[in-house]
């Protein structure tokens, strides 16, 4: 069984920065796509950031210019260094890791993913 492990997480003051690493348990063959997402209280989850093997990284406007994402496609493992931080990125947040079959840069199918089991990141002074 795979699993996904992220850390980093914390609490952490408006305006401040901190980094989320994940690290799968074993390598994971035939994986193209890596990303973050994630969920505050009484929302669904969302897209954070994703990094495809091939390029085309995707971010959240939310999180535009703020967030960087990358990974070692050797070694499966996905970062997300997030700067200037706001008390709405408050929410725990999960590293996905995923086959997925492109048609197009935004068009695709997802045939496995493996989630981690989330770290809160809480954005409060």
């Known amino acids: 069984q795979v699993q996904l492990v992220e850390s980093g997480g914390g609490l952490v003051q408006p305006g401040g920065s901190l980094r989320l690493s994940c690290a799968a348990s074993?390598?994971?063959?035939?994986?193209?796509?890596m990303g973050w997402y994630r969920q505050a209280p009484g929302k669904d989850r969302e897209l954070v950031a994703v990094i495809p093997s091939g390029g085309g990284t995707k971010y959240a406007d939310s999180v535009k210019g703020r967030a960087t994402i990358s990974r070692d496609n050797a070694k499966n493992t996905v970062s997300l260094q997030m700067n200037s931080l706001k008390p709405e990125d408050t929410a725990v947040y999960y590293c996905?890791?995923?086959?997925?079959?492109?048609?197009?840069?935004?068009?695709?199918?997802?045939?496995?993913?493996?989630w981690g089991q989330g770290t809160q990141v809480t954005v409060s002074s």
């Open positions: 996905n890791a995923a086959r997925r079959i492109y048609y197009s840069s935004t068009n695709y199918r997802t045939e496995y993913e493996y």
């Open positions: 074993r390598i994971i063959f035939g994986i193209n796509t």
